[in-house]
């Protein structure tokens, strides 16, 4: 079955440390994108593409890296620079840049210990 | 600038009972509108989505009317059962935009 897939689901961090975030989708889609959700908040952009090779800062890209090398792939690097990086992670693929056709994984939990 | 809101954060409503589910937006060129579902720990699923040409859309149980004279959405859930309970995401996007914008969630609850 065509799909989305995050991983992993629940990620410990230490501070000062960086992580990555993997999501790899097999719907053939061209977009991606990354979302921060925070307890009582709407989906926050981080990061998104709209094609391989190219990507663009959301509204909150401060502290996060992302590459978009493979069609199928958008790995987001959580740096040391985020000074708050505790959330639930959420990528999401769609056809078209405009929101047409999206799809979102099943998300991942970042804790800082 | 753009926001996608909701008037009400939380709903509790019996089961067995519609549910409405409403949503405000601020921007005009926004022509394309799509209710989510988000269960604890899950990404969020797609539901109904309605375009701008269009006042009403119904599915499965479901029914989304949008308001474009006074920017308001809402969504009606007929028949409201306890696995309806969830967090609902209203979104806005428009033709040729490169976001979606999401607002920031109603929980439902179902009393059984």
């Known amino acids: 079955d065509g799909g989305i897939t995050q991983s992993p689901k629940y990620l410990f961090r230490k501070e000062g440390q960086n992580v990555t975030l993997s999501c790899e989708q097999n719907?053939?889609?061209?977009?991606m994108y990354w979302y921060r959700q925070d307890p009582g908040q709407g989906l926050r952009l981080i990061y998104y593409?709209?094609?391989?090779?190219?990507?663009q800062k959301g509204d909150i890209a401060e502290g996060y890296s992302v590459s978009r090398e493979k069609k199928e792939s958008f790995p987001l690097t959580v740096t040391s620079a985020q000074k708050n990086p505790t959330a639930f992670y959420l990528c999401?693929?769609?056809?078209?840049?405009?929101?047409?056709?999206?799809?979102f994984g099943s998300g991942t939990r970042l804790t800082v210990v | 600038g753009e926001s996608v809101g909701l008037h009400l954060p939380t709903l509790s409503v019996q089961e067995g009972d519609n549910s409405i589910i409403n949503c405000a937006y601020s921007?005009?060129?926004?022509?394309?509108f799509i209710w989510y579902k988000q269960e604890s720990g899950k990404g969020p699923q797609f539901i109904i989505d309605?375009?701008?040409?269009?006042d009403k859309r119904q599915g499965q149980r479901v029914t989304v009317l949008l308001n474009k004279t006074v920017k308001h959405l809402s969504l009606q859930i007929a028949a409201t059962q306890p696995g309806d309970s969830a967090v609902y995401f209203c979104?806005?996007?428009?033709?040729?935009?490169?976001?979606?914008?999401f607002g920031a969630g109603t929980r439902l609850f179902v009393k059984a």
């Open positions: 999401a693929s769609s056809t078209s840049p405009s929101g047409y056709g999206y799809t």
């Open positions: 719907l053939n889609h061209d977009a």
């Open positions: 593409s709209q094609i391989v090779n190219d990507f």
């Open positions: 921007n005009s060129a926004s022509d394309y």
């Open positions: 309605i375009r701008s040409n269009m």
């Open positions: 979104a806005e996007s428009y033709t040729g935009g490169f976001k979606t914008i």
